[in-house]
């Protein structure tokens, strides 16, 4: 018999001699082997079976004090010593036993006092606190698990006692099994210790009586530790995979195999991954024993991994099933992995792997939502498109989104620290194909409506009435307004951009509907003052293309200026986005005076149409951030109304190769855009669409021809990636944003409080982590603030916040910080040589005040 059962019996024996009779509530079931081979001492033992009322019939002798005369018994003041088990919770027997439980004591789990409360932890606290004091808490939250029974408990009872007092406390200070595992195995701080004091014997009987290990009793303390950490790592892998999941190799050593042991092996293991002060011990033993034993190469089952963090090719083996699941075209199943991979151990431990599955997500969000448009996009009319573009919960818009900031993740993450992925790369392509299909439909599509509906596309505003809806309005009231026109800003893009302005501003965002063709001299010219009474396109003498408003010839940004400033009696300047960033005293006197302040953008238009394509990807999300913080900036000096809005849209997908590529239709060419030829005469052709000035809707004689799909017209110069000109939502939807600022309480940052800690001591790789929190010393302060970070050297920006564990907006980098929440941010460094250390910085994102730097981490990357 076991100390544990021991116990129990003492106890109901105690409480018979007290009390006589005793009703047993064994609601848990967990005593039913005890009951078969009970006995007491002069006591009857009675058990429920299946009636209660034979049961009571059973007891009914025990409780007659009358004999058959009417007389008392001679015994009637001596309770009947009684012990009535009942397999069941006490309102289950609605009382059936009350005159018994009246007569005598009820012993249940939870019952008061201690003496009957019957629960098994109960009983096990008592018996190990005298015996084995340490091991109680882990012994209390396996019963709790249901890892150990009664029968458990009475072997370990037997095994543990006497170890508490032994020499493995005097050196560890503590005799918990797992709390000794976990310090041997994570540090070389106690060797000195076991072979002073020659305590390897007593590690070795503890582990092994506690987890089933086999470490040699008289191995020296780093060859027991190399052991320990194998055998714990290879048993949380091999017991948490289906046996018929386990590889050849793994099969054959000899690991614990009882249930007890292998659960308390993986608990162990899950503390000391989430131990902090353990998190880098963990992850070089797992390193170090993966690499020993080629266990990447043994071929696990991915499928028998997903619930695993044991080693680090288990992550890389989940990604690659992810991957897998994205060539088959199963998105579904890959988000479900990422999502339930994202908080892993290794994801955490080694930034990298989180900005990896941030790629495999975006790819299936990728290809779930071009199913979905594939399924909806069959109506015929254009307007219905352009709004199943920009409206719902999830409009189509949103593809080009998640598109465009895959493109820039791949463009900058350089996965190939990794030791490289073939998959990842064919998962990518396969997601640019689809992606490249879905626009192609959309385009032949929308091209077809678009010439059904005569060119004109009913129920949205057309950009040659934003000025006259939204900027005219305000300036007989000396409404101080900006309006800013950006080259090529998407409409996906102007929801962005605005996203992160919805607690400063009052925000108004709209689809406009830029005009054809959609090339910056006409999509410029339709937002001047006058374009809604009709624009004329014509050839200049010097064969060049501009567009006349009124008595007004406009050619250029010049033009477009000096035409806005001749709209009446106003204070009027004009600014390129750079100019309101960093503002000179002069300029910023000036805004602060102006009426109407023009600011233009070219960097979108600028960047696509000349630098390489990586470098278009690289950068593409950053002149968001320009625009938001030249938004603020406008405010900042006394705006009131800004009025954001573009000329056209863009296609930036995959280049364009030789067999999509078309000869323009040739005769007179006044101008030739991939994507739209201007002239007279010429050929017809099947793969492009020719149309009349006039049934665009503009004056003179020229004409234009726009490609029916996706596929281009020759021409020299440019992008192959990246252009606009012709018939697509992308090109043609464009935002139209009012914003209006806030009155809100003056910003203090020193109620704003930042605290940054790095996850590491010091920087080994391109990617590395620190965790920030963010409190509000005011007693009514903002639940979030919305933050920006840099990486510094020596004054020089060297890296930049690629992820965070919540709030990361892609297309700005600004991160929200959610207060008393610690966040994870994951950075990149950009420029390694000659880096010594780096400096983190957070500012507010709408002021610009700096709230908390870290200064000083050391960096030491591996060449």
């Known amino acids: ?76 003041e001596v309770p009947p010593r009684l012990v009535l088990y009942i397999p069941k919770a006490g309102p289950e027997t609605h009382n059936a036993l009350v005159e018994a439980e009246h007569a005598g004591v009820v012993m249940e789990p939870g019952a008061h006092p201690w003496q009957r409360n019957t629960r098994l932890r109960a009983i096990a606290e008592q018996v190990f ?104 790592l290879l048993t949380e892998l091999v017991s948490s995979m289906p046996q018929e ?125 071009a199913q979905r448009i594939r399924a909806e996009g069959k109506t015929a009319k254009s307007d219905k498109m352009v709004t199943s573009y920009t409206a719902g919960a999830l409009p189509w818009s949103m593809l080009d989104t998640a598109y465009r900031h895959l493109e820039t993740q791949y463009s900058t993450y350089e996965l190939d620290v990794l030791g490289g992925d073939d998959r990842l790369e064919l998962a990518i392509t396969r997601v640019r194909q689809v992606y490249t299909n879905n626009i192609q439909q959309l385009n032949e599509m929308f091209t077809d409506a678009l010439a059904d509906d005569d060119f004109h596309i009913q129920g949205f505003l057309q950009q040659s009435e934003v000025f006259k809806k939204h900027v005219e309005p305000r300036l007989p009231e000396k409404e101080k307004t900006a309006y800013v026109l950006v080259d090529a800003l998407r409409y996906e893009m102007g929801k962005e951009l605005v996203d992160g302005l919805q607690d400063e501003f009052e925000v108004f965002i709209e689809p406009g509907i830029s005009q054809l063709p959609t090339i910056t001299a006409v999509g410029m010219a339709s937002l001047m003052p006058g374009a809604e009474n009709g624009m004329e396109l014509l050839s200049t003498k010097g064969g060049k293309l501009a567009v006349q408003i009124g008595s007004t010839l406009i050619k250029d940004r010049s033009g477009r200026m000096k035409h806005l400033e001749q709209i009446g009696d106003i204070k009027f300047v004009s600014c390129k986005l750079g100019e309101i960033i960093k503002p000179s005293k002069k300029r910023q006197i000036e805004i602060r005076e102006a009426e109407l302040v023009a600011v233009t953008s070219q960097e979108i238009d600028r960047l696509g149409e000349d630098a390489e394509e990586e470098e278009v990807r690289l950068y593409m999300d950053e002149i968001l951030e320009k625009l938001r913080r030249g938004i603020r900036r406008l405010a900042s000096l006394g705006i009131e109304n800004i009025v954001v809005t573009a000329d056209h849209g863009h296609l930036f997908g995959e280049t364009i190769e030789s067999g999509m590529k078309m000869d323009p239709p040739g005769g007179k060419t006044v101008e030739l855009h991939r994507r739209v030829w201007i002239g007279n005469g010429g050929t017809e052709g099947d793969g492009f669409i020719r149309v009349k000035a006039s049934q665009l809707g503009l004056g003179g004689d020229l004409e234009l021809a726009f490609p029916r799909s996706l596929a281009c017209f020759k021409a020299k110069g440019g992008s192959t990636a990246y252009f606009h000109g012709g018939m697509s939502l992308q090109e043609m939807v464009i935002p139209i944003i009012v914003l209006k600022k806030k009155e809100t309480k003056p910003f203090t940052a020193k109620a704003t409080v930042v605290e940054l800690s790095p996850s590491k001591p010091k920087i080994t790789t391109r990617f590395f982590s620190v965790n920030t929190a963010y409190f509000s010393e005011a007693l009514f302060g903002p639940e979030e603030v919305r933050v920006k970070f840099s990486v510094k050297s020596k004054g020089k920006e060297v890296g930049f916040a690629a992820m965070s564990a919540y709030g990361f907006e892609e297309g700005t980098r600004e991160i929200l910080l959610r207060r008393k929440e610690t966040n994870a941010i994951t950075f990149m460094l950009t420029e390694t040589k000659g880096l010594k250390s780096v400096s983190v910085h957070v500012v507010d994102a709408s002021t610009q005040v700096e709230l908390a730097k870290l200064e000083d981490i050391p960096v030491e990357i591996a060449i």
């Open 129 to 232: 606190k005298k015996i084995a004091p340490d091991s109680v808490q882990e012994i209390r939250r396996q019963i709790d698990e249901g890892v150990l029974n009664l029968e458990d408990l009475d072997k370990l009872s037997q095994e543990a006692e006497g170890i508490a007092t032994g020499t493995i406390k005097i050196v560890f200070g503590t005799a918990s099994a797992v709390d000794v595992a976990l310090a041997f195995a994570s540090s070389i701080e106690h060797d000195e210790a076991i072979l002073t004091k020659k305590v390897m014997p007593e590690i070795s009987g503890l582990l092994g009586r506690e987890m089933g290990m086999a470490i040699p009793s008289d191995a020296e303390p780093s060859e027991a530790r190399r052991k320990l950490i194998r055998t714990l």
């Open 245 to 369: 999941s386990v590889p050849d190799p793994l099969r054959s050593m000899a690991l614990p195999k009882e249930t007890r042991h292998t659960e308390k092996i993986c608990h162990l293991c899950t503390v000391w991954r989430n131990r902090i002060d353990y998190r880098d011990a963990y992850a070089s033993a797992a390193k170090a024993v993966e690499n020993e034993l080629g266990l990447a190469s043994m071929g696990c089952s991915a499928d028998s991994l997903k619930e695993l963090s044991t080693f680090p090719f288990i992550e890389k083996t989940n990604l690659g099933l992810a991957e897998e699941y994205i060539l088959q075209g199963q998105p579904d199943q890959a988000m479900e992995l990422a999502e339930k991979r994202k908080n892993s151990f290794w994801v955490v431990q080694e930034p990298v792997y989180q900005l990896h599955w941030k790629l495999v997500e975006n790819c299936a969000r990728i290809l779930s939502m």
């Open 1 to 76: 018999m076991g100390k544990v059962t021991e116990y129990l019996l003492n106890l109901i024996t105690k409480q018979v001699e007290d009390k006589g009779i005793v009703v047993w509530y064994d609601s848990e079931r967990v005593y039913t082997g005890v009951i078969d081979n009970l006995t007491i001492p002069n006591t009857t033992i009675l058990r429920y079976e299946d009636s209660f009322f034979a049961l009571r019939a059973q007891i009914e002798p025990f409780l007659e004090f009358i004999d058959e005369k009417g007389r008392p018994s001679p015994e009637c």
